[in-house]
C-alpha cells in the first residue's frame, strides 16, 4: 500500500468535502475555515468508518488509482456532510465502548458464578472480642502450626478454593499464621489467590 497517495488522497477530498460543504451551506467566511476543518476531520475518520462496518476496502488499496478514487469518494461524500458523518462515527464508537463492557462485566460476573459455586461458604465475621483473644493466643500456638496442615486443607475435595475462614476451622490455626503462609507459598508458586467479588480465594496451583 503506498501511504504516501492514502495520506493524499485523505487530505485532497477531505480539503474538498469541505469546500463543497462551505459552498453548499452558504457559510460566510467566518466559518467557512471550520467547515474546512471539519470536513478534513470527517476524510480522516473514513479509515475508522470502513473498521466499524468491516470493509477490506481500505486495507486492499493498491497503487491503482481507480481504487484510491473509490476510497477518494468515500472520504469526499464523509466531509461534504461532516457534521452528520463525525457525530455518526462517535456515537458508533462510544456504542462499541460500552458494548465491550458489557461483554467484560458478563464475562466477570460468569467467572465469579463458576469460582462461587466451587468455593465453600463464608463464615460469618469474627467479633471484634474473638479477633483479639485470638491474636493472644497467636504466640503460644505459632510452633504447632505447619504447612502440611495447609496442604491438606487446600487438598479438600470437597471445595476447590478455599477461604480464610475455612482454613481455619480445618487446621485450627490463627488467621494472621494462615495468612502469613499462604503468602509464603504464594511466593513459591505453590498456591493461587483468586478473587471472587469481594472475596479472596486460594486453591492449589495445580
Known amino acids: 500500500m503506498n501511504y504516501y497517495l492514502l495520506f493524499s488522497t485523505i487530505l485532497i477530498f477531505g480539503i474538498l468535502g469541505g469546500i463543497v460543504n462551505a ?42 488509482l481507480y481504487d484510491f478514487l473509490i476510497f477518494g469518494g468515500l472520504c469526499l461524500v464523509a466531509a461534504i456532510f461532516s457534521d452528520k458523518f ?19 462485566e458478563e464475562s466477570n460476573k460468569k467467572v465469579d458464578t463458576v469460582i462461587s459455586k466451587k468455593a465453600e461458604p463464608e463464615s460469618p465475621t469474627e467479633s471484634i472480642d474473638t479477633r483479639i483473644l485470638s ?28 477461604t480464610i475462614d475455612g482454613l481455619m476451622k ?20 505453590i498456591v493461587l489467590s483468586v478473587r471472587s467479588g469481594k472475596r479472596t480465594l486460594w486453591t492449589l496451583n495445580k
Not at 40 to 54: D, G, N, R, T, Y
Request: glycine share 2%; no cysteine.
Open 23 to 64: 459552498i453548499r451551506t452558504n457559510k460566510d467566511k467566518n466559518t467557512f475555515w471550520k467547515s474546512l476543518v471539519k470536513g478534513i476531520v470527517a476524510s480522516f475518520l473514513v479509515p475508522v468508518f470502513l473498521e466499524i462496518i468491516k470493509s477490506e476496502l481500505g486495507r486492499n488499496l493498491t497503487d491503482n
Open 86 to 104: 463525525i457525530d455518526t462515527i462517535g456515537a458508533k464508537i462510544l456504542e462499541k465502548a460500552e458494548s465491550a463492557e458489557r461483554k467484560a
Open 135 to 162: 491474636f493472644e493466643k497467636f504466640s503460644e500456638s505459632k510452633s504447632n502450626q505447619t504447612v502440611d496442615k495447609i496442604i491438606k486443607s487446600l487438598k479438600n475435595e470437597k471445595y476447590e478454593y478455599r
Open 170 to 189: 480445618d487446621t485450627n490455626l490463627l488467621k494472621v499464621t494462615i495468612v502469613k503462609m499462604l503468602k509464603d507459598l504464594q511466593e513459591k508458586e
